[in-house]
């Protein structure tokens, strides 16, 4: 059973430009959230994707932008980049359903901003 | 503000022991609790889901929901130095689709 994969593991990009981060998830699972860690806290939630829609937003700026495709996969863009930016970024899938269900992380990406 | 609060550690406990892990919440309509294990550098792995109230045991891992006090706990029983982890506790406040609210973790140690 695949689990959630992401790609890829690390980057390091200069302060000003954009990266593009991607996720497959969980075999059946049709949810994807993408979440932001940075260095000693807790995950902060950036956005979810259901139906090729961004259907919640956590309080990240527009510069964080996603996009899922029909297979459920998903992209999480970054424009402009700032020294703040650099995190471990966590994709998590799961399953629709109100009030929440298990989510499961991928490996996850860690960006360094330079 | 929809929080989620622990209490960062570390939390040190001799092999063998019991290792109690809390975290309270500020929304008492939650409905979803979580527990994940984050080693250091790795990503988040979940190891107990609960979602009423009372214990609810996988193994040597036991969840317990207090939505009353809105309050959840972990114990793990004959902690092993491999238990050795960030744990972290999340919510999915109200209504929800599996939105995560986290704590910043607990670091637990357990000494040979």
């Known amino acids: ?114 | 503000q929809k929080e989620v609060e622990q209490n960062s550690g570390p939390l040190s406990v001799p092999e063998g022991a019991i290792a109690s892990l809390n975290c309270t919440y500020s929304d008492r309509g939650s409905q979803s609790f979580f527990w994940y294990r984050q080693y250091s550098g790795k990503s988040p792995e979940l190891i107990m889901s609960i979602y009423s109230n009372g214990d609810k045991e996988d193994g040597r891992f036991t969840a317990q929901l207090n939505k009353a006090s809105q309050y959840v706990s972990l114990l793990i029983r004959d902690s092993q130095p491999s238990d050795s982890a960030t744990y972290l506790c999340a919510v999915c406040f109200g209504s929800g689709y599996s939105t995560l609210t986290f704590g910043k973790g607990t670091m637990l140690l357990v000494s040979p």
């Open chain 1, 1 to 114: 059973d695949a689990g959630v994969t992401q790609s890829p593991t690390h980057l390091i990009k200069t302060r000003g430009q954009q990266v593009t981060l991607r996720c497959s998830p969980k075999s059946g699972h049709d949810t994807v959230s993408w979440y932001q860690q940075a260095l000693g806290q807790g995950p902060q939630f950036i956005f979810q994707y259901y139906e090729e829609e961004e259907r919640q937003r956590g309080n990240f700026p527009d510069r964080f932008s996603g996009h899922q495709f029909p297979n459920y996969s998903s992209e999480l863009n970054v424009n402009a980049l700032l020294l703040g930016d650099s995190a471990l970024y966590l994709c998590a899938s799961s399953l629709n359903y109100v009030g929440g269900t298990e989510a499961f992380f991928g490996q996850g990406t860690r960006l360094t901003v330079v």
